[in-house]
């Protein structure tokens, strides 16, 4: 009888296994998506934020390297 439901559990549990791996497989698909091509307003406006983001990029950079050699005036911080 142990061996009965020890067997019946074991197929219960691939069961689930299989069905939870079909329904992830099935519901959560990934959609394609269509690429369409973009303006030249929005490839400047593109464009515009990137050299903007570039900036700050090197503005953190700068305010990241800062020390007290460079608030002293000890080093020439021109690059």
């Known amino acids: 009888m142990e061996l009965i439901t020890g067997l019946l559990g074991a197929v219960i549990g691939v069961g ?26 929005e490839m400047a406006q593109i464009k515009e934020e990137r050299e903007k983001l570039i900036s700050d990029q090197k503005a953190f950079r700068e305010l990241m390297s800062y020390n007290p050699d460079m608030a002293y005036g000890l ?3 021109k690059e």
């Open 75 to 77: 080093v020439d911080n």
């Open 16 to 41: 689930l296994f299989i069905s939870g791996f079909w329904f992830g497989k099935t519901v959560f698909e990934t959609k394609k998506q269509t690429v369409s091509e973009a303006s030249e307003e």
